[in-house]
């Protein structure tokens, strides 16, 4: 079912749960935790891609209203001509995934290391129900609705409903806080030869609150995304000179490429990327010159900042990423802890996988690593799992026709997949063993269950209480 608002979406979920079909919300479909997945034969598939519209962009009063299904790009390209934009602006995946996926998955990137993730930046929802019923949270909530300007009034209710994967009803509308487009931005890349240094480097720049985008690439995965075509390299250059917003930071761009050459970062090593951004160039100057200092001290080498100038220039650029350049499918994992417990987090993984090494050279199974800051409390650490295996619909639909015809599909890899299964169960363990949260959580990571007892028993009751028949995205969370 495809319907395009809230009403719509209201009377199909009622034309299917009172005939005993669960309904499965969908947004753009590019999460990887079975979401989605149907649990059982009798459900459907509710595709919110028929919400596409930017219901009211209020400059005056800083919020944006939009319908679940807009995407993240739609709405950064709505913003940007009014000088405004969202404080968490989008995934890397904005191109197609949606306002309402991110809001009920944890989404994180673009801003993340100053404001959150999309969840800590709503302001009210429009959720429809098993039963049909439409309700509001926030402050159009109230009998006689007022302008959004406030997430709480009482209880927060906008957050019962955020990260919940779908489970307590279907978002239809979302109100998000605005914030006047930083006047001034800038980068810095730093390399290490290890991940324990490069993460005390993110924790240390995070803490300090001076930036808007801190993450860690390795090695493969730089490798990977900067291995291009003279062309592409070109088009990223006119990305750069076009987002460098005046001909002295174009010059500084320009100058930053001609001394990262094609090979923007080294061969080996752990690559820390900084966006600082602010109302002044001087302010934007201090943060990079304190975030410098950090990392001097710490051992890091600083290198030409292409990789966060192209990431930021080419913003929303399509969605090639489904796969890797080689044709392989990939799957991520991820888990959020305290800055203080990064090596816990990084070291138990090496250890978890370093029985399996030849296991998975056997099988041409790789996996890379992407850590970013999550405000200036949390560390986050991305696991990804890479396979060579035959492409599901998603992988063929997705990408871009002309790139996706360049690259050859494996054929079926049972055997990968399993070891990539097995592995993905353990690292989930051993991330629940330590108490760490994950975004993202699906049917995938256990909730619920992970849960102390009054709370779980909490949200048991709320879930029978919205969904009584249990019809709602069964087993999402666990529920
Ligand atoms: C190339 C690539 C890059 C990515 N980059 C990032 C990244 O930078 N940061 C990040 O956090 N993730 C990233 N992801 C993962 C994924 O894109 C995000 O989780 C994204 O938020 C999913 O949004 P979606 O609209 O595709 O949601 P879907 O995958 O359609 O759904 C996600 C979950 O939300 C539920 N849902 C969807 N819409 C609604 C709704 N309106 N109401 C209630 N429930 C709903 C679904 O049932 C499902 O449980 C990436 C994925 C890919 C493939």
Redesign the pocket.
């Given at each position: 079912m495809r319907p395009a608002d809230s009403r719509g979406v209201a009377a199909a979920i009622l034309a299917a749960t009172s005939r005993g079909y669960a309904i499965?919300?969908?947004?753009?479909?590019?999460?990887?935790t079975a979401?989605?997945t149907p649990p059982t034969g009798n459900a459907i598939t509710l595709d919110?891609g028929g919400?596409n519209r930017i219901l009211t962009i209020a400059a005056d009063d800083l919020y944006v209203t939009a319908q679940?299904?807009v995407t993240w790009k739609q709405l950064h390209e709505a913003l940007a001509p009014l000088a405004l934009r969202l404080p968490f602006f989008g995934?890397?995946?904005g191109a197609?995934?949606?306002i309402?996926?991110?809001?009920?998955?944890?989404?994180?990137?673009?801003g993340s290391a100053r404001y959150g993730?999309?969840a800590e930046n709503a302001l009210g929802l429009e959720?429809a129900l098993a039963d049909g019923t439409l309700l509001r949270t926030g402050l159009g909530a109230l009998a006689r609705p007022a302008k959004p300007v406030l997430r709480t009034f009482g209880p927060d209710l906008t957050g019962l409903l955020t990260h919940?994967?779908?489970a307590f009803?279907?978002?239809?509308e979302a109100t998000l806080r605005v914030i006047p487009t930083p006047a001034h931005t800038d980068y810095l890349s730093f390399v290490f030869a290890d991940l324990p240094a490069a993460a005390a480097a993110l924790s240390a720049i995070a803490r300090e609150d001076l930036a808007e985008d801190i993450y860690i690439l390795d090695a493969a995965s730089v490798a990977a995304a900067t291995r291009v075509s003279p062309a592409d390299m070109a088009r990223s250059l006119r990305s750069v000179l076009r987002a460098a917003g005046g001909p002295l930071q174009a010059a500084r761009a320009l100058a930053s490429f001609v001394r990262g050459g094609t090979r923007p970062v080294p061969d080996e090593g752990w690559t820390v990327h900084v966006v600082a951004a602010g109302r002044s160039a001087r302010a934007v100057a201090d943060d990079i010159a304190i975030a410098r200092r950090l990392v001097a001290k710490l051992g890091g080498t600083e290198i030409a900042p292409i990789v966060p100038r192209v990431a930021r220039a080419d913003l929303f650029a399509g969605?090639n990423?489904?796969l890797d350049r080689d044709g392989r499918r990939w799957a991520a994992l991820n888990a959020k802890v305290a800055h203080s417990d990064a090596r816990t987090v990084i070291d138990g993984f090496d250890r978890l996988l370093a029985p399996h090494a030849g296991a998975m050279a056997r099988h041409g199974v790789t996996v890379t690593r992407l850590c970013s800051a999550l405000g200036s409390l949390a560390f986050s650490f991305e696991c990804v799992f890479h396979w060579p295996d035959a492409w599901l619909p998603l992988h063929r639909e997705?990408p871009d026709p002309a790139w996706l015809a360049g690259l050859t599909e494996p054929p079926a890899n049972p055997a990968a997949r399993e070891l990539v299964a097995a592995l993905r169960a353990a690292t989930v363990a051993f991330f629940r063993d330590i108490g760490a949260a994950s975004?993202?959580i699906?049917r995938t990571y256990p909730y619920v269950d992970a849960l102390a007892p009054a709370t779980a028993t909490l949200l048991r009751q709320l879930k029978t209480q919205l969904d009584p028949k249990g019809l709602m995205?069964p087993g999402?969370l666990g529920l």
């Open positions: 499965l919300p969908r947004g753009g479909g590019l999460s990887y979401g989605y919110l919400l679940a299904g995934t890397f995946s197609g995934a949606t309402g996926g991110g809001l009920s998955h944890g989404a994180l990137f673009f993730s999309a959720v919940d994967g779908g009803g279907v978002k239809t969605l990423g489904v997705a975004n993202q699906g995205n999402v």
